[in-house]
């Protein structure tokens, strides 16, 4: 069992960038492949992006390539999404994920959700 929360969620401008953390704990996290999704208000919760176990290998959405990041801090049982010139389109609650094995593009792939936090962009 791990068990995630997610942070750094909040109100900002168009242009603005904004660091999302998503702490883990219970089993040892390294093992975990981890991902964030988003929802946005009316639609289904989308990919955005992945980090492989190691950290070595990361996976993004195709229209989300070269703004935002992923990283993980194994030392503090974190992974980092750095979300840099946000747009409206932004909004949305932002969910981690976690699963044992590669990671995936696949919401039903993945075991352990966090609450989520929301990220709101104003124009």
């Known amino acids: 069992q791990v068990q995630l929360v997610e942070s750094g969620g909040e109100l900002v401008q168009t242009g603005d960038s904004l660091r999302l953390s998503c702490a883990a704990s219970g089993h040892t996290f390294s093992i975990y492949a981890v991902a964030w999704f988003r929802q946005a208000p009316g639609k289904e919760r989308e990919f955005v992006a992945a980090?492989?176990?190691?950290?070595?290998?990361?996976m993004y959405a195709d229209s989300l390539k070269g703004r935002f990041t992923i990283s993980r801090d194994y030392a503090k049982n974190t992974v980092y999404l750095q979300m840099n010139s946000l747009k409206p389109e932004d909004t949305a609650v932002y969910y981690c994920a976690a699963r044992s094995g590669l990671w995936s593009k696949k919401i039903n792939n993945y075991n352990y959700w966090g609450q989520g936090t929301q990220v709101t962009v104003s124009s």
């Open positions: 980090i492989s176990a190691s950290g070595g290998s990361t």
